[in-house]
């Protein structure tokens, strides 16, 4: 698991996108919305098993909060579970 403060997850996601290495934050969020919609609380920027994924949190209109864990180079949704 990725240990680095928020800012450093922030460059390092900059860095990235800037090398084309991953997608824009905005197009994981249409992704996102896409396969859950509602209103977004929180995302992380973290690498796991080798490859970059966003972590997203949805709020939905019934008031559940939904994980989603996409692939930060394509955008695929890898995992959707509800938050405990």
């Not at 249409?30 to 098993?49: H, Q």
Request: net charge negative.
């Amino acid at each position: 698991m990725n240990s680095l403060s928020a800012e450093e997850d922030y460059q390092l996601a900059k860095k990235l996108r800037q090398q084309g290495e991953i997608l824009p934050l905005e197009k994981i969020l249409a992704f996102a919305r896409a396969k859950k919609n509602g209103e977004v609380l929180e995302t992380e920027f973290e690498k796991k098993g080798g490859r970059y994924i966003y972590e997203v949190e949805i709020l939905d209109i019934q008031g559940q909060v939904w994980e989603l864990k996409l692939d930060a180079k394509t955008g695929q949704l890898i995992k959707i579970e509800i938050d405990d």
